[in-house]
């Protein structure tokens, strides 16, 4: 910090140039991320409520009120009439609150003290967190031989130790066996329902499923509300009230996020996306990213890539005949395209279509990659 205040100009000049260092959205050389450009219209929201908190909520009375609404919507959308949740960080504090509940409730009621969560190998580094943060044990089950979880791995990994199964196609196992149920949707939850409702195969991974417990799905993804902007969706209010603990100087008496103070904005701006949008706009918005990684799939076989698996959503694994995938990655990060590799199913070059990436961004990819095969 500066002895002398400078001034406003000079401090945006140098923002400016700083900022010059980070990829930009609207280039369409990201690649490989999950998030996207927030949508101006949230932005413009965002901004208005910048300084509430609803770590508070007595204080911001009105932005709570939004807060549940959103959690209504997102509940409504994913077949649930009455659901209780909080608008939170991202996918990881989304996914940290559903472990912890599955834990605390697994100790309350069934005695557990040492637990396991069975996950599969194809899981979100989140839980690790989670697992080491809760001092629980993971046990990773195998995948079968279209890349989802092995139902007989999970029957297998089950033990009077586990406290929480995650996965999407499970639900029967868990319910059978009175197992906490956690589905990380963090990035299909806002496409799914969509896809399906427009006649696109894909598996149902909701509350009408009877042994789903609790979603993650994050509205600064697919939802294009600006981050950060996760979502937890719990089936029951006993799964908060378990992670409960006593907050005696707030307007409220029990706090169950995992952070304190939280910023109203997201909740604010993913109502009123999700608003501007309706259930219309996001379904055609879906059905275009699918479009586009369709046109890349086969643009990527025409040329002669080895696509790893059929996609089912905006996401798509490749691989080159002969170049290794992080050398594969690095040629073309030279070429100002930014990739991820993935590690699971196998290792591959995976591109997540997202609404920043134009088809005139996708004929330019195929282009290099034609001059590097």
Same mark, same amino acid.
């Given at each position: ?13 140098? #923002? =400016? ?13 990201? #690649? ?18 910048? $300084? ?42 989304? +996914? ?25 190998? %194809?899981?979100?580094? =989140? ?15 195998? #995948? ?15 033990? $009077? ?5 995650? *996965?999407?196609?499970? %639900? ?18 806002? /496409? ?5 409702? *427009? ?14 417990? =609790? ?34 100087? #707030? ?14 904005? *997201? ?24 479009? &586009? ?25 490749? +691989?080159?005949? &002969? ?16 990739? /991820? ?33």
């Amino acid at each position: 910090m500066k002895d002398e205040p400078m001034d406003k100009e000079d401090i945006l000049k140098k #923002l =400016s140039e700083i900022h010059k260092l980070d990829y930009d959205y609207a280039d369409g050389r990201i #690649l490989g991320s999950m998030c996207t450009q927030a949508h101006p219209f949230a932005k413009e929201v965002y901004c208005k409520f910048l $300084d509430t908190n609803l770590g508070d909520p007595g204080l911001f009375k009105g932005t709570k009120y939004l807060e549940d609404e959103v959690v209504r919507s997102i509940g409504n959308l994913l077949s649930l009439d009455e659901a209780y949740g909080n608008i939170v960080t991202g996918g990881t504090e989304a +996914n940290i609150m559903a472990v912890r509940a599955a834990r605390n409730h697994a100790r309350k009621y069934k005695g557990i003290v040492d637990g396991e969560i069975i996950i599969p190998s %194809s899981a979100h580094f =989140s839980f690790k967190k989670a697992a080491d943060m809760l001092n629980l044990k993971i046990v990773e089950v195998d #995948l079968d031989e279209n890349y989802k979880m092995d139902v007989e791995s999970v029957k297998e990994s089950v033990s $009077d130790k586990t406290v929480a199964i995650v *996965a999407i196609e499970i %639900s029967k196992i868990a319910h059978e066996n009175n197992i906490y149920f956690h589905v990380d949707a963090a990035f299909g939850g806002f /496409s799914i329902p969509f896809l399906r409702d *427009a006649g696109y195969d894909l598996p149902v991974f909701d509350f009408s499923l009877e042994g789903v417990c =609790s979603i993650t799905v994050d509205p600064h993804k697919m939802g294009l509300a600006p981050i950060p902007a996760g979502g937890i969706i719990f089936r029951k209010k006993e799964y908060l009230q378990v992670m409960a603990v006593d907050s005696p100087y #707030l307007t409220v008496k029990t706090q169950s996020t995992i952070v304190g103070t939280r910023i109203g904005a *997201a909740s604010a701006a993913t109502y009123a996306i999700i608003n501007y949008f309706g259930k219309k706009g996001y379904s055609q918005l879906a059905q275009e990213l699918m479009d &586009n990684t369709y046109y890349l799939k086969d643009g990527l076989q025409e040329i002669g890539y080895e696509i790893v698996c059929e996609p089912e959503l905006n996401l798509l694994a490749f +691989n080159h005949p &002969n170049i290794k995938p992080r050398d594969f990655a690095e040629k073309l990060g030279k070429l100002g395209w930014n990739v /991820s590799v993935a590690k699971c199913p196998i290792e591959a070059i995976r591109v997540v279509l997202m609404n920043h990436i134009k088809k005139r961004h996708i004929k330019e990819l195929l282009e290099d990659l034609k001059e590097i095969y």
